[in-house]
């Protein structure tokens, strides 16, 4: 634990992301709170909040990196052939709080989520300011797959994404990549490893390599290059 920086309560610097533990992968930090100030400088700075109810706030930042270049987006055969015989419509930022809410939802494997009440109101607060983003699917006017997460710049970084219906979720992120990549986005972060994100394109990059990523296309006070959906 002598390697664990805390952050004082009353600061929004984070210590540089090179301390970060080794094990666990990429714990920074612990406490704070979820204002939009600290959030968003700990975005800028690689590092994301992760947690469950009853712990302090935890800060990471994992070496190496999940990312995806909204350029490099891979859709398989049977994704297109998927894609045009659905009968899913999707949208962007119809319901940020309705997408938030069923990512937090209890999964299959377990009932613990990180995606706390505290989280909920802290990025829908961040929604609201016109920083965090949501896809949402829907089917007959039910809402089967999202995903949610935060525009900086020219980055995205993705949070979690939902599916209640079979490729609900993969369409979500093809969606979301597409439209990046219309508004010049340069790279998503996925944060974590999955294959679900290695099967549309995503992989690892140092964290060193992210970070530079990072200065160059998500300074400080840099606009979103986010557009609303035309």
């Not at 937090?104 to 300011?129: E, F, G, K, L, V």
Request: one cysteine or more; glycine letters at 6%.
């Amino acid at each position: 634990m002598g390697q664990l920086t805390w952050l004082d309560a009353s600061s929004t610097h984070f210590p540089p992301a090179r301390r970060a533990l080794k094990s666990p992968n990429g714990l920074l930090a612990a406490g704070g709170d979820l204002s939009p100030a600290r959030l968003l400088s700990a975005y800028r700075n690689g590092i994301f909040p992760w947690y469950e109810a009853g712990q302090p706030i935890l800060w990471w930042c994992p070496d190496p990196r999940t990312i995806l270049a909204p350029s490099e987006l891979h859709i398989s055969r049977s994704m297109r052939k998927v894609m045009r015989q659905t009968s899913f419509s999707v949208t962007l930022d119809q319901d940020f709080p309705a997408v938030m809410a069923a990512c937090a939802a209890p999964r299959r494997d377990t009932d613990a989520t990180w995606i706390t009440p505290a989280m909920q109101a802290a990025y829908t607060r961040m929604h609201h300011q016109g920083h965090a983003h949501s896809v949402e699917v829907w089917e007959a006017g039910e809402l089967v797959g999202g995903l949610y997460g935060l525009a900086l710049g020219r980055v995205f970084f993705g949070e979690s994404m939902f599916s209640i219906r079979t490729n609900a979720s993969k369409i979500a992120f093809i969606t979301l990549a597409e439209h990046l990549s219309e508004c010049d986005f340069v790279l998503i972060d996925c944060q974590m490893p999955t294959d679900h994100l290695f099967s549309l394109g995503a992989r690892s990059m140092s964290r060193a390599d992210f970070l530079q990523q990072l200065a160059q296309f998500c300074p400080a006070d840099s606009p979103s290059n986010w557009q609303a959906q035309r």
